[in-house]
């Protein structure tokens, strides 16, 4: 429901720059300059964009460095929207309806829908200055010795970005999910694992999210060279890698 929510509102506002927050159990990742671990698809032909998974992680980019010394670069903030407010109504069997029918665990039918309404409230923006951290990093090498670089390159098709800007909500937010089942549906959904029986009925689900959750994200490849120099892309194309 979270992600769902959060898909939403990249879309609205930035699809082709912001990833969403993966969940809520990884949100506390999602920090300026925190590190992403950007995993390129394997079969991809030569005239397709860059497709890839992105896992935020808890370690700061200045952590996996030979110089620890804290990176230091201006951060600008803005609101996006002072009463951010959602509520879209999808089909189960429709393409947007796959995470909501894997999370409800049910056999679905046509008919059935579920409503998400999502009251954010003020969705403000914090992000860094790229040009000047840009400038930072031709000073900087990354620790190839590193035991989190060792274990990143331990799949080939792995590098890593860094966190330049945080959506996020400035107060405590609620995500109301409504799932109209139809009366053939058979379904386990916030129900108890006992519960066995057709039903038809509307089931709601509602979760708060605490003040200044991460929602979305910016994040920038790094490319790494021999000897640990780094370059950052200054389009989010999410293309970098590992030249050694």
Known sequence: MFSEACEQLVHEFGKNTLRCTPSLDEENNVEILSVVIIEKET????WTNCNCKFKPTPVKLEHILEDETPINVPETRRVLSTNYQL???FSLQAKAGIFFK???????????????????????????NRSQLMTQLL?????????????V??????????????????????????TSLNANTEASAMLPLTFSTKVNSETNQELSL???????????A?????????KMSMVMQYCGGFTV
């Open 210 to 220: 605490p003040n200044n959750t991460a929602i979305a994200y910016n994040v920038n």
């Open 102 to 128: 894997k999370d409800l665990d049910a056999h679905i039918r046509a008919t059935d829908e579920v409503t998400l309404h999502a009251k954010f409230g003020k969705v403000v923006k914090t992000e860094v």
């Open 87 to 89: 509520s879209e109504t």
């Open 153 to 178: 390159r331990q799949n080939a098709n792995n590098y890593i970005g860094v966190v330049t800007g945080v959506v996020y909500i400035e107060k405590e937010s609620q995500i109301n999910r409504e």
């Open 139 to 151: 000073n900087r090498k990354l620790n190839l010795d590193h035991s989190f670089i060792q274990d």
């Open 43 to 46: 079969k991809l032909l030569f």
């Open 222 to 230: 790094l490319t790494v060279l021999p000897d640990g120099a780094l």
